[in-house]
């Protein structure tokens, strides 16, 4: 079982940029689907953004062209870039692991980490 330990988060203000990383124990990262989900107070987690095994991207309509995600396959790392940072993105971070395929449906994410907060002030 693939271990996730996230780290990075913090306080900013609005406008503001941030980078979540994301260290997996699996031998096996580079054949891994990983995401990034979040959960504000009150509201159910959410995904944000996920990356397949060769790079490709899905993200949510909210943090297109704000937020990036990349991987380092022979670090076994996943990276969220966070800019343009609102208060609305205020919520707990975590990083997850899935399947090798289908990396934009968020129910196939079944691995999670410990989460990292991120919070955006006005």
């Known amino acids: 079982q693939v271990q996730l330990t996230e780290s990075g988060g913090g306080s900013v203000q609005a406008g503001g940029s941030l980078r979540l990383s994301c260290t997996a124990s699996a031998y096996d990262f580079r054949q891994k689907c990983m995401a990034w989900f979040r959960q504000a107070p009150g509201k159910e987690r959410e995904g944000v953004v996920g990356i397949s095994p060769d790079g490709g991207i899905y993200a949510v309509d909210s943090v297109q062209g704000r937020f990036t995600m990349s991987r380092d396959n022979a670090k076994n790392i996943a990276y969220l870039q966070m800019n343009s940072l609102k208060p609305e993105d205020t919520a707990m971070y975590y990083c997850?692991?899935?399947?090798?395929?289908?990396?934009?449906?968020?129910?196939?994410?079944?691995?999670w980490g410990q989460g990292t907060q991120v919070t955006v002030s006005t």
């Open positions: 997850a692991a899935g399947p090798s395929t289908g990396c934009g449906w968020w129910l196939r994410y079944n691995t």
